[in-house]
């Protein structure tokens, strides 16, 4: 069974930073051609896209964090990062992390809390 384990999260003041990391239990194989991604649920709202990496490595962001967070994966440590700057109260949210390959999996989840 896949497993994604989220972790970093925190509580941070405005203007600080946090690192987020998301670990695949799976085969470094499988890791590799998956594409992966970070989201974002707060409270009472939907959850929405903040970044996403291809398996070639090409990034794409949110407007709402463009600038300010940076996806990154380590392919050997089956790994996929979330580096958050400059980081905002309506950063707050539940950070989950996302696989795909063919389908999708989902980790459990980390909070994130941005005090102002």
């Known amino acids: 069974q896949k497993q994604l384990v989220e972790s970093g999260g925190g509580l941070v003041q405005a203007g600080g930073s946090l690192r987020l990391s998301c670990a695949d239990s799976?085969?470094?194989?499988?890791?590799?051609?998956?594409?992966m991604g970070w989201y974002r649920q707060a409270p009472e709202k939907q959850r929405e896209l903040v970044a996403t990496i291809t398996a070639g490595g090409v990034p794409n962001y949110a407007d709402s964090v463009k600038g300010r967070f940076t996806i990154s994966r380590d392919n050997a440590k089956n790994t996929v990062y979330l580096q958050m700057n400059s980081l905002k109260p309506e950063d707050t949210a539940v950070y989950y992390c996302?696989?795909?390959?063919?389908?999708?999996?989902w980790g459990q989840g980390t909070q994130v809390t941005v005090s102002s």
């Open positions: 996302r696989m795909t390959r063919g389908s999708d999996y």
């Open positions: 799976g085969s470094s194989f499988s890791f590799r051609l998956a594409a």
